[in-house]
């Protein structure tokens, strides 16, 4: 029974007589393996190249070649090295005639009589070891096919490996950079809003001394101002406090606690109308050009300070440019997705104005420093150090930003993002003339609450030199005692910065008992004030205030007596 094999193998059977061959064959059959036949050694050569053989069956004794001749032919071709030859032999069986043909190449002998059994197990096994063989030859071969697979998929993923690890690298060190760049940024902004708020600070003790002595030198001047060595030192002094004052206010501009009117304002209208004013003031050694497009929208910001701060940030290029030079404002609109390194600006529309010279430009320490207040490198004398202070707490107090940029030789560059406005900017007019001073207000009953007695004893005098009648209360408490304990108070003149109760604390309190009552607020700053003055209808007075600016506002809030009141014995009693 021929058992096919799963994966047969050639088996050549070379012999010149055909009948053997014959009987070879029946013995193979069931095997399973494809047998090949020859009858000469010259045809067994054809068929070994032809194909792929397993074994090789040879008959020793042939006519033409024998077995051994063959033999040694087929070993000598490098294809058949590991070929298995079987002799079948009858009479070559000595010792002698075996070690002949192992030493050309024969793997075993089989002698005649063939028995087929050990015929079909000598072929089997080297038939199944020429299998096995190949099958591990396709086994390598199919290994090295998937280990350079392998190696190239491993060499491909490291050097996706390698690229990401570059990229990380790359991506790590702009991390790194922005991280710095952002704590940079966010300590410049905690070391400015330190500085502002001990400014601001500052600027709203110093404006109530400067009340207290505007006020007295305003008294005394009444008083002294007939002899001339007199008025002249209280002019001297007056003209010293009112420095002091407009210094607060540049103060009060860094720490982003003055009162500003934001408004839509045509920027490229208002830089061509200073074109004169800056003439006069850089002189004619600074050629200045200016760059506005034809359409520019609006800014929202305070006109007043914005042409302020125009004209600091042009008279700081004057005094880099000693010896004369050039000086450009341009304005630009742009829309902001992400800020540049080192601006604060929040993603919108801003107009940008630019202010550049050809001056002697600052270092990078000097640079960085340079809107810090009192931070200066002019002469003593020659500069107070809060000119960019002014103008970087204007930028930040109305929504935009402010960024210096300077190489020592080339120049100096500020850039100030403004806020775009929604509405179109506003004409504004001209104020009227008013050369007459304001009507006095008759006598009246005013409540003065200010928790400095320096500064509540010198507007008492100035109210009483108006011929009015003052209480005085030094906290919002003691107002409202002394409110309850009296009808007759007509004003009241409140401080806004008082502990325990501010100003605007009081006025909602005595709106709610006294809605009629007139309030003025009072105040060294205004911080955040205008809406809730607004809402509860307050003028404010911004300190230090002349006794002429407290008339005129007080006139506005004292009501004129009816005919039956005038010679109303408690007016009398007070006038």
Request: aromatic share 4%; with cysteine; charged share 25%.
């Amino acid at each position: 029974m021929t058992i096919p094999s799963a994966d047969p193998v050639n088996i050549l059977l070379v012999d010149d007589q055909p009948a053997k061959l014959l009987s070879y064959e029946v013995v193979l059959a069931e095997l399973g393996e494809v047998l090949i036949t020859a009858t000469s050694a010259r045809e067994a050569l054809a068929k070994l190249l032809k194909h792929d053989i397993a074994v090789v069956l040879i008959d020793v004794q042939m006519p033409d070649l024998d077995g051994f001749e063959l033999a040694a032919m087929i070993r000598e071709h490098p294809r058949f090295q590991q070929t298995a030859l079987i002799f079948v032999s009858a009479h070559y069986l000595s010792d002698l005639d075996r070690l002949r043909g192992y030493e050309v190449g024969a793997v075993d002998y089989v002698p005649v009589p063939v028995v087929p059994a050990v015929l079909r197990a000598k072929v089997r096994v080297f038939a199944e070891l020429h299998r096995k063989t190949r099958q591990l030859e396709r086994l390598n071969a199919e290994l090295e096919k998937r280990v350079a697979e392998r190696t190239a998929a491993l060499e491909a993923s490291s050097a996706a490996l390698h690229r990401l690890n570059e990229d990380l690298e790359v991506r790590i060190t702009e991390r790194t950079r922005e991280r710095e760049q952002a704590l940079a940024q966010l300590f410049e902004a905690q070391k400015i809003d330190t500085i502002g708020q001990l400014t601001g600070g500052v600027a709203h003790d110093f404006n109530n001394l400067l009340m207290a002595m505007m006020g007295s030198l305003e008294l005394l001047q009444k008083r002294f101002g007939g002899e001339a060595t007199a008025q002249r030192l209280i002019d001297n002094a007056l003209q010293a406090a009112e420095r002091g004052a407009a210094l607060t206010q540049r103060l009060l501009a860094f720490a982003r606690r003055q009162e500003l009117k934001p408004e839509a304002v045509d920027v490229g209208r208002l830089i061509v109308g200073m074109r004169d004013l800056l003439g006069r003031a850089l002189g004619p050694s600074v050629e200045i050009s200016q760059d506005i497009p034809a359409r520019l929208p609006p800014a929202q910001v305070d006109s007043n300070q914005l042409e302020l701060a125009l004209l600091n940030l042009a008279v700081n290029s004057r005094d880099a440019m000693p010896s004369g030079g050039k000086l450009n404002i341009s304005a630009q609109w742009e829309r902001i997705a992400i800020p540049a390194p080192g601006v604060l600006l929040q993603p919108g529309e801003y107009i940008r104005l630019t202010v550049a010279d050809t001056g002697e430009g600052m270092d990078e320490e000097t640079c960085a420093r340079a809107s810090e207040p009192f931070f200066t490198t002019k002469g003593v004398g020659k500069g107070t150090g809060l000119g960019l202070s002014m103008v970087h707490g204007l930028a930040a107090q109305s929504g935009g930003a402010l960024k210096i940029s300077s190489q020592p030789g080339h120049g100096a560059r500020v850039d100030l993002w403004l806020p775009r406005a929604e509405e179109k900017p506003v004409r504004r007019k001209a104020p009227a003339s008013t050369t007459a001073p304001p009507q006095s207000a008759r006598p009246a009953t005013i409540l003065l609450v200010d928790d400095d007695l320096l500064v509540s004893t010198g507007t008492a005098a100035m109210l009483e030199d108006l011929g009015h009648f003052v209480l005085i209360a030094n906290s919002g408490a003691e107002a409202l005692g002394v409110l309850s304990s009296t009808n007759d108070v007509e004003l009241i003149l409140t401080d806004q910065a008082m502990p325990g109760m501010t100003g605007l604390e009081l006025a909602r309190r005595v709106r709610q008992s006294r809605p009629e009552m007139g309030i003025i607020l009072a105040t060294g700053y205004a911080d955040n004030l205008v809406g809730e003055c607004d809402d509860l209808g307050l003028p404010r007075l911004s300190k230090p205030f002349s006794q002429q600016n407290l008339a005129a506002l007080i006139s506005q809030h004292i009501k004129p007596l009816a005919r039956d009141q005038i010679l109303s014995p408690a007016v009398v009693s007070r006038s």
